[in-house]
């Protein structure tokens, strides 16, 4: 099956050799198409059209095997560093490459957290995925839903909770339904400094994303 989606992970690891030592060897059944430094030297280790060991459980919209439907990118991290510049600068340059190769819609360019809630958090709170949407390789609410402004969606009702559960499905947060971990994840991408019971912002941001980039409305296949 060929690949709709990225998964952006972090290695935690202590060095990008330890990482490529762990991602080379059959034993761990982990693997990563690619690899990035933190100088920005970017390796390839596994054809972009096999299936990687990167993702594990979890789901994305309708798609339950992950595996097979995307490519992985690994970055080398500690998990509590920034994201070196060039590091960033590679991740750029390797996205575009890959959604030119395959026909990726910048929506499906996701964290390991986004479909893996609770058991993943990376690429985490230092990631720039505001960055990646002003290069058109991710997305990120509009700014009428980031300053708290009301949506023009007024579907799905019901009380706060319901419809941010059913708006953040419709985006593609399927893996769980409990609600803390659906909030915790989407804030970890979107809101990462956010703390505290649900809010007028988070309903906004959700909003705005599930209206203009609903996960299985544009032909998707599970």
Known sequence: MLPDMVVIHYTAMPSAG???KTLCDPQTEVSAHYLIEEDGTAMSLVP??????????GRWGEVDDVNSRSVGIELANDGFSPFAAAQMDALVDVLKGI???????????IGHS???????????PRFDWRRLA????????????????????????????DR?????ARFGYTATQDFDLLLKSFRLRFRPHA??????????????????FPVDAKGSSA
Do not use: Q, Y
Request: charged share 30%; proline share 7%; net charge negative.
């Open 114 to 124: 986004d479909m893996a809630p609770g058991r993943k958090i990376d690429p985490g």
């Open 195 to 212: 703390d505290g019971p649900l809010d007028s912002n988070d309903l906004a941001m959700i909003s705005d994303l599930a209206r203009r």
């Open 134 to 161: 002003i290069e058109g390789l991710s997305v990120w609410p509009t700014p009428s839903s980031v300053s708290g402004e009301s949506s023009s969606d007024e579907t799905p009702k019901g009380d706060d909770d």
């Open 48 to 57: 972009e059209d096999m299936r990687a060991w990167h993702a594990g459980a």
């Open 164 to 168: 941010f559960a059913a708006l953040v």
């Open 99 to 109: 959604k030119a190769r395959w026909n990726i819609r910048a929506e499906r360019v």
């Open 18 to 20: 330890a990482a490529l």
